[in-house]
C-alpha cells in the first residue's frame, strides 16, 4: 500500500477528532470575546457589516482551520473508501477486485463535494465569517476536481 493512502486512512481515523477539537476551540474562541463587540460602532452602515471588529476575525480564522480540518476528513473518507475496487490510480496500491455496484460512486462524491462546499459557504457568508467562506469556496471544489481525474474500472 502506497504512504499517500496510509496517510488519507490515517487522517480518516483520526480526522474527525482533530476537526471536532479544533472546532471546540473556535467556539470556545467566540464564547471568551462574548463581551467584545462583533459590529464596528463607527463608520458606513455597511462598512461596519462587512468588516467585523478584531474579535470576530479571529474567531473566523479558527472556523476556517476547523473548516478545512472537515474537509480534509472528508476527503480522506472519499478515497479510503473509493480504493476498494473503484479507484486504480498507481499511489494508491493494489485496487482490488472490481466492485459492480461502484459505478456512480465517483460522480456521487464528487457531487457531494461541491454540494458541500456551496452549502457551507453560503453559511460562512450569511455568518460573515470570510475567510471561512473562501476556505471553502478553494478547497472542496479543487477537491471535487481531483476526484474526478481519478482513473476507475468504470473510465
Known amino acids: 500500500m502506497g504512504?499517500?493512502?496510509?496517510?488519507?486512512?490515517?487522517?480518516?481515523?483520526?480526522g474527525w477528532a482533530v476537526a471536532l477539537g479544533w472546532s471546540g476551540y473556535a467556539f470556545s474562541v467566540l464564547w471568551r470575546s462574548r463581551a467584545q463587540p462583533w459590529v464596528r460602532a463607527h463608520g458606513h452602515p455597511f462598512a461596519r457589516l462587512l468588516l467585523p471588529t478584531p474579535a470576530y476575525v479571529r474567531f473566523d480564522r479558527k472556523l476556517a482551520v476547523a473548516a478545512l480540518l472537515a474537509d480534509l476528513w472528508l476527503l480522506s473518507g472519499i478515497i479510503v473508501f473509493g480504493t476498494e475496487g473503484i479507484f486504480t490510480e498507481a499511489w494508491m496500491g493494489y485496487p482490488g477486485m472490481m466492485d459492480p455496484t461502484g459505478q456512480g460512486y465517483q460522480a456521487d462524491a464528487v457531487e457531494m463535494l461541491r454540494t458541500t462546499a456551496w452549502w457551507s459557504a453560503s453559511a460562512a457568508v450569511l455568518g460573515r465569517c470570510w475567510t471561512t467562506a473562501v476556505v471553502q469556496l478553494s478547497v472542496l471544489p479543487l477537491s471535487a476536481l481531483w476526484v474526478a481525474s481519478f482513473d476507475t474500472y468504470y473510465r
Open 3 to 14: 504512504i499517500m493512502i496510509l496517510f488519507f486512512g490515517l487522517f480518516l481515523l483520526a
